[in-house]
């Protein structure tokens, strides 16, 4: 079955790096992407991994991929207030349209 | 480029009416997908368009409904709304419905049943 799964909430300090964590269940999912959703407003996408990669670096954002275990990380270097936000991993399900599975989304919360 | 515009953003509405949101893709863009966000249920998918044509359905009663125009707009329709129905509905498009194509969301609509 599809099922996504992330911790409820995170709390870092201004500057220090935050990890948010995800585990999927469908092993067949080829993209798997995290998303940002600021108060009162849509989701933008930060990033995505193919399945057959273990890592991708974009600037401050570094995805982690461990297939075998199904889990996928986000780790946020220098943390700023402007990143608090809920962020959302998704699996794409594994037929040909687009249609996203979300996990809970985890609150981010930057401390000064 | 202008990004994805939905309407109206707030909505108001009572038990058994029905309703009808509206979204608008980027340029370009012929897929258009719609999720149901709340606090207990979080983001669940309802359907997926791609040049008019329906091409996934979540796990929603035969309410909700939708359809695509051929200028890849889109609206979905909740009829006999429920109290439950309360929730944010975004849209999201992308230039097609497969590969790894990124999906842009437009800031959604709330709707309140009562």
């Known amino acids: 079955g599809e099922d996504v799964e992330q911790s409820l909430f995170l709390s870092v300090r201004e500057g220090d790096s935050s990890v948010i964590n995800c585990t999927y269940t469908d092993s067949s999912s080829t993209y798997l992407y995290w998303y940002k959703q600021e108060p009162g407003a849509g989701l933008q996408l930060l990033t995505y991994?193919?399945?057959?990669?273990d890592m991708k670096q974009d600037q401050r954002l570094t995805v982690l991929l461990n297939k075998k275990d199904k889990h996928l990380s986000l780790r946020i270097a220098d943390t700023q207030t402007g990143d608090s936000a809920i962020y959302f991993c998704?699996?794409?399900?594994?037929?040909?349209?687009?249609?996203?599975?979300f996990g809970s989304g985890t609150r981010l919360l930057v401390r000064p | 480029k202008a990004g994805v515009t939905q309407t109206p953003r707030y909505l108001i509405k009572t038990r058994g009416q029905q309703v009808t949101l509206s979204c608008s893709p980027i340029s370009g863009h012929r897929s258009v997908s719609w999720y149901q966000q709340t606090p207990g249920q979080g983001l669940q998918f309802l359907f997926e368009y791609f040049s008019e044509t329906q091409r996934n359905k979540g796990n929603f009663p035969g309410r909700f409904s939708g359809r695509q125009f051929s200028n890849s707009r889109s609206e979905m329709n909740v009829s006999t709304l429920e109290l439950g129905d309360s929730a944010l509905y975004l849209c999201?498009?992308?230039?097609?419905?497969?590969?790894?194509?990124?999906?842009?969301f437009g800031p959604g609509t709330r709707l309140t049943v009562l």
């Open positions: 998704a699996e794409k399900a594994g037929d040909s349209s687009y249609k996203l599975i």
């Open positions: 991994i193919f399945s057959n990669m």
């Open positions: 999201a498009s992308s230039q097609t419905s497969g590969g790894v194509n990124e999906q842009f």
